[in-house]
C-alpha cells in the first residue's frame, strides 16, 4: 500500500523547504501539483532541478479560477467536481505506490489540498507535512516583527466585504491580509475607515525572486492576487 503525502513548500524559497519535504520531493516517483492551465504553477517552479529523472508528473489544473465569483453556485460546482475526480486518480494511484502532492506555504492553513483531504478519507492513508507559511515570509521580509507582547493577530481575505474588512482592521491588533489582486481598492476604503491605512505594507512575491516589500500608500495600479498586505503590532497597552 501507498500513501498520499502533502509535502508543505513554505513561503517560495526553496532554501526555506522542510529537509522532510526537500527528501520526500526529490525521492518521489509521483509528484502531483496544482496550477492554472497553460502555466507550469507555482508549486511546480518551486521544486525545478529537485525531482528524479524519471518521475511522473500528475498536473491538476483548475478548470477556473478567477473567471467566476467565489460566491456562484457554478464555481463551488466546478471546482467540487475538480476535486473529486483528482481524489480518486490520487487514491488509485496510492493504492500501490506512495504519490507526493506539493502545497505553496504550510498545506493546513488555507491551502488546496485540504479539499482533496477531505475526500480522501477512508479512501487512502495520507500524510501531511507541515510548511512555513507565506505570511511568515513575507512579515519576515518586511523587516518587522508582526507582533509584540500581547497582540492580536487576526488573519483575513480581501475576499470579505468592505464592512467587515474595516471592522477587523479596527479590533485587532495586527493584520495580515491575503488574497489582494482585485480587491485592493476595496481593502484600502476598509483600512482607511478603521484608521490603519498609513500603517499598512504591501509585499508581493514574499521571500521569491522579485521580492517588493512596499508601504500601501505609496502603490498605484494594479497588485498580484497572492500579494499579502501587513499591519505590524505594536504592543498591547494597559
Known sequence: MGKVICAGLGPGDPDLMSVRSHRLITGARHIAYFRKAGRQGQARAIVEGM????VTEHAMEYPVTTEIHFSDPEYNRVLAEFYDRWAVTL???AKSKDVVVLCEGDPFLYGSYMHLYTRLQGRAAQE?????TGMSGCWTASGQPITWGDDVLTVAMATL?????AERAANTDALVVMKIGRNLPKLRRALERAGR????????????PGQTVQKLSEIDGEVPYFSIV????QGRRP
Open 230 to 233: 501587513l499591519v505590524h503590532g
Open 128 to 132: 501531511i507535512v507541515p510548511g512555513i
Open 161 to 165: 466585504s468592505e464592512d467587515e474588512l
Open 51 to 54: 525531482l528524479a529523472e524519471g
Open 197 to 208: 491605512a498609513e500603517d499598512a505594507w504591501l509585499v508581493e512575491r514574499g521571500t521569491m
Open 91 to 93: 487514491a488509485e494511484i
